[in-house]
């Protein structure tokens, strides 16, 4: 589990990105899980936004992306989630080096 400190350096580093995944009227399929695994194991950190089709509500979402992947969603502003989630190989491991300092 993130501490404080650690949560405001992701959300600080995730400020000026766009989300990269969209949420529309299909909503979490295993599809999108798979897509957003894989990019969390290259990124370790993005933001996923929900369009205003769908029928999904960001902390639901969050919940499924925390057990599904073993992210942690460390912020939610209106419908955009902040995901974040140690990479496994070392070359991607761009912030989780610095959140382990902290």
Not at 19 to 24: E, H, L
Not at 48 to 75: H, K, M, P
Request: net charge neutral; glycine share 4%.
């Amino acid at each position: 589990m993130l501490r404080g400190k650690q949560k405001r350096y992701l959300r600080s580093q995730a400020h000026h990105m766009q989300p990269i995944f969209q949420i529309g009227k299909n909503g979490v399929s295993p599809e999108l899980l798979q897509q957003v695994d894989d990019a969390l194991e290259k990124r370790e950190l993005f933001k996923v936004s929900l369009l205003q089709n769908t029928d999904e509500i960001a902390e639901d979402v969050a919940e499924i992306f925390e057990e599904e992947l073993g992210a942690q969603v460390v912020q939610i502003i209106g419908r955009i989630l902040v995901v974040y989630r140690p990479s496994s190989k070392e070359k991607n491991q761009r912030y989780s080096t610095e959140v382990n300092r902290i």
